[in-house]
């Protein structure tokens, strides 16, 4: 077993962990098992799997939202469940944003909502303003939103909303699932501009759970990749897409703008590798095509 990282640079640290569903029935299902792995402070890191992979499980034990049946858990420096006291303070840091968080919006305005968890931390009136007002501006909600009624917003602005409502609270880790799931390209853009830009600016480490390479590839620093409750690898978004074989064989895959390139070089052009987004791709082109017309000038 892993000793708990006690670097400084290191978010979270899970040593052997593992979790079962439904124990002691015929439902029994390991969800999490004996994974062991490091995040590191103030990255962008990708959580990813096929369904019932285990990524869902693995953030909520994070989250102190369920206690492992075996291993240790160190978040933020502290063993989240050695007692009540460590557990009931990593709430206050560490903020999970769910799959389709727009459905848990409930208040009279969008302001009121977005406001609510700082209320909870027991901020006063101008501090919560401050907080209200910078998460707007982090999911670029437009200030005429705030005294709207959530309901009256569209389905992009209602998520981001949302996400806001946990951003208010300044987490030390930020943990959203599938944070883009259903939105079109600019609200994808949008949704993760802001959590780039949080980051940025706090310091923060942020984890996303997705099903996207593509996502993954754009936005992340780090990758873990979860099959079947187990870690399947974990380690730089570069190292990670560098193992496309592994990734096909259980069953996820590169970026599809990877394939592309990978193609490309087969059929002879003199392309990099390592090209995983549609910015670094259109400039490894440009960079062929300009080493070709310097042959021919």
Known sequence: MQILSTDPTTAVSLSGVSYSYGK???FYKKAVDN??????????????????????????????????DDGKVNVLGEDIFSDKKALRSIRFRVGLVFQYPEYQLFDETVAKDISFGPKNQGLDEAQIKERVEEAAGFVRLEPELMDKSPFELSGGQKRR????????????????????????????????????????????????????????????DDII?????????????????????????????????????????????????????LDDAERAIVALLDKRRGRHA
């Open 35 to 68: 994974i062991s792995v490091s995040i590191k402070k103030s990255s962008v890191t990708g959580i990813i799997g096929h369904t019932g992979s285990g990524k869902s499980t693995l953030v909520q034990i994070i989250c102190g939202l369920l206690k492992p």
């Open 161 to 220: 909303a949302a996400i806001a409502g946990v951003i208010a609270m300044r987490p030390e880790i930020l943990i959203l699932d599938e944070p883009a799931s259903g939105l079109d390209p600019i609200g994808r853009d949008t949704v993760f501009g802001g959590l780039l830009e949080y980051r940025e600016k706090t310091g923060a480490t942020v984890i996303i759970v997705s099903h996207s390479m593509e996502d993954m590839a754009r936005y992340t």
């Open 24 to 26: 002691n029935t015929v």
């Open 225 to 277: 990749v979860m099959n079947d409750g187990k870690l399947a690898m974990s380690g730089d978004r570069s190292d990670i897409f560098a193992r496309a074989d592994e990734l096909c064989r259980i069953g996820l895959d590169i970026p599809q703008v990877s394939a592309v390139m990978n193609d490309l070089r087969k059929m002879g052009y003199d392309l990099p590798d390592g090209v995983y987004t």
